[in-house]
């Protein structure tokens, strides 16, 4: 019984260890990026009085989340989707 036990201990580890570096490091963002997402988060939500329940904070870090994604380019929100059908 100890010897298999020994054996799916070691091979466990193995597995382990070759996923650890099999693994690319993860992308770190740059200072510039942050900032620049920031401000435009803040732009896009600005803050609101304590007590407000407008629900701005949540929607300021999924913005600043798809900023970071999108890699510090995101969508004007003043222009509008102009191949859209004319309303009848």
């Known amino acids: 019984m100890r010897p298999i036990v020994k054996r799916l ?21 740059t200072v510039e990026l942050a900032k620049k997402c920031r401000a435009m988060a803040l732009k896009a939500h600005p803050m ?9 904070a949540q929607a300021e870090r999924t913005y600043y989340s798809a900023c970071i994604a999108n890699n510090g380019t995101m969508p004007d929100n003043n222009t509008q989707n102009t191949t859209a059908p004319a309303a009848k």
């Open 48 to 56: 609101s009085l304590p007590g407000a329940k407008n629900g701005t």
């Open 9 to 29: 201990s070691a091979s466990f580890a193995l597995v382990l260890i070759a996923f650890v570096w099999i693994s690319p490091p993860a992308s770190a963002i």
